[in-house]
């Protein structure tokens, strides 16, 4: 059998392939939404931004200062961070308080200035950024060409969602966390640093949307529009696996993907859209999320 | 001679948003007594016990514990000099079971209680570890909110209407398991309603209304007193 559906199984595979490699930066962008609208109670908007900004902080480190593709994983994310650090001490830590509504405004906000302002730097060309050499080449599958650098993608950004969702779930300071977005007074009065904790969370998040970045950078190129054009698809996942939940963001991302990929596969033209087909039969069917813990 | 105060409010007032809630409460509280604030809805009992802690947002005055200023210290440091806070709610984590929910506060001094003498001092908590911390009955919850604190060697107790809605056996336990903690050493702030039980384990009785500390009471003359109370607690 050498096809599918009459779809050659090769071209099948690549495009589940493909559809990975999507769903992998969905993971880290949607899971970084969830726990930042979990914990913070925070739509964050800017999300694609930081996810452009990482992008831009590789490309940056690369071209401009020589820095190895290595250095750049480590620093796009640090310094997105640190960007994160900054807006959630001096803004979104004023709005907490407030109707959501405010917050995803204020981030919707710096998302626009972000973009605006890359655009305005460096312009709306994309920018090239070589696979680093020990990632280049491919392995032969017999059945498919797997390139090394997808595997790659794919590998670390499942082991981070995995390792963030046990460090959430399972471990103390998560613990903290979760009984923080239940009732911050009390866990504040147990002793712990709930603004801090708060601080960092979103630092860490945004983070990861920096990481995604540059973990994107050599796969599509480095554009100031990079970040407007995967959020929506991000908050449809969110939606889809339920706000706030982690686990179902991770789960709900890759999905979407295959989902996506397949949908390129046998109905090119709808391909765009098959993510938001599936948003509104979740909304129909079950309006709280796959994933959420109230039914 | 008497002990010196462990803490000494002083004139302390507290805002909510633009409401002025307290307006210059005044007391103290030795080392090892149980004390309580009494007073109608209203008066501004729990929001002195927020207010020491830090959760009220505008405070003036000064309350003063083993020499540190509580209105100059960041809310989360409060618990890290040996203060344990029971909400009224009793803030059971809904999402943690009975076990997770005991183990939760972090342990900031030494001295705190282990879980099997959590377990001796409210029993009915005990082989209930898997229960998830809400499913437990109020009082049994009270219990929880209570031994959750002893395991952090808090040596101070701000303990909020610890009897409201509770059945009466199991108020009963509570008072016993107070005295058991006050033999122990320990220091206690009682916020309560039920007179009778106030009566049961408290040294003194600081009257609130209107934000204001009225009238102090000690124990063992509240029977002498208790035409005077009356009228304070309008009943």
Not at chain 1, 89 to 105: F, G, P, V
Not at chain 1, 157 to 185: D, H, M, Q, V
Not at chain 1, 268 to 282: D, E, G, Q, R, T
Request: proline residues 4%; contains cysteine; glycine residues 12%.
């Amino acid at each position: 059998m050498t096809d599918f559906l009459g779809v050659p199984i090769p071209v099948l595979l690549g495009q589940l392939l493909l559809g990975l490699i999507n769903g992998s930066f969905y993971a880290l962008l949607s899971l970084g939404l969830a726990i930042i609208f979990g914990m913070l109670n925070v739509i964050n908007f800017a999300h694609g931004a930081f996810y452009m900004l990482g992008g831009f902080v590789a490309w940056y480190l690369l071209s401009k200062m020589g820095l190895g593709y290595w250095w750049t994983l480590f620093a796009a994310p640090l310094l997105v961070g640190l960007a994160g650090v900054i807006i959630e001490k001096t803004l979104l830590k004023r709005l907490y308080r407030m109707d959501h509504l405010y917050s995803l405004l204020l981030t919707f906000g710096i998302a626009l200035m972000l973009e605006g302002l890359f655009r305005h730097i460096f312009g709306a060309a994309g920018k090239p950024y070589p696979v680093p050499a020990l990632l280049t080449g491919g392995i032969n599958l017999g059945f498919m060409f797997l390139p090394v650098y997808r595997a790659w993608v794919i590998a670390v950004s499942l082991a981070i969602c995995i390792l963030t969702w046990l460090a959430i779930e399972r471990t103390k300071l998560g613990g903290y966390l979760r009984a923080a977005t239940e009732n911050p007074a009390l866990v504040q009065a147990f002793g712990i640093n709930v603004p801090l904790m708060l601080t960092l969370t979103y630092a860490f998040c945004v983070g990861l949307a920096g990481f995604a970045g540059a973990l994107a950078a050599p796969l599509y190129q480095v554009s100031p529009g990079m970040g407007s054009s995967i959020i929506i698809v991000v908050f449809a996942v969110v939606v889809i696996g339920g706000m706030g939940s982690i686990g179902g963001a991770i789960v709900t991302a890759l999905a979407l993907g295959v989902i996506e990929g397949l949908t390129k596969t046998f109905y090119p033209a709808a391909s765009s859209i098959a993510v938001f087909v599936v948003m509104v039969l979740v909304i129909l069917i079950r309006p709280s999320g796959l994933f959420s813990r109230e039914a | 001679m008497p002990e010196p105060a462990l803490l000494n409010v002083s004139n302390l007032q507290a805002w909510y948003g633009e409401s002025h809630v307290l307006h210059g409460v005044t007391f103290d509280v030795r080392k090892g007594e149980v004390v309580t604030l009494i007073g109608r809805n209203g008066a501004g009992k729990t929001t002195t016990l927020r207010s020491l802690i830090g959760v009220v947002g505008k405070r003036a005055g000064s309350g003063t514990f083993k020499g540190v200023d509580l209105l100059k210290v960041a809310p989360h440091k409060v618990a890290r000099l040996g203060i344990g806070y029971v909400p009224e709610e009793r803030g059971i984590f809904s999402k943690l079971n009975v076990i997770e929910n005991l183990l939760f506060p972090p342990a900031w001094q030494s001295g705190g209680m282990s879980v099997n003498e959590i377990y001796s001092l409210f029993p009915n908590l005990k082989g209930r570890d898997s229960t998830p911390g809400t499913r437990l009955s109020g009082g049994e919850q009270q219990m929880l909110a209570i031994g959750r604190i002893l395991r952090t060697g808090a040596d101070f107790i701000l303990l909020d209407e610890p009897t409201e809605g509770i059945a009466p056996v199991i108020i009963e336990e509570i008072g016993a398991a107070l005295r058991i903690l006050k033999d122990r050493g320990m220091t206690i702030i009682l916020v309560e309603q039920n007179l009778r039980f106030a009566a049961s384990v408290a040294d003194r009785h600081f009257v609130l209304d209107q934000g204001k500390v009225v009238d102090e009471i000690a124990n063992h003359a509240l029977d002498a007193n208790m035409d005077r109370l009356n009228r304070y607690l309008g009943v």
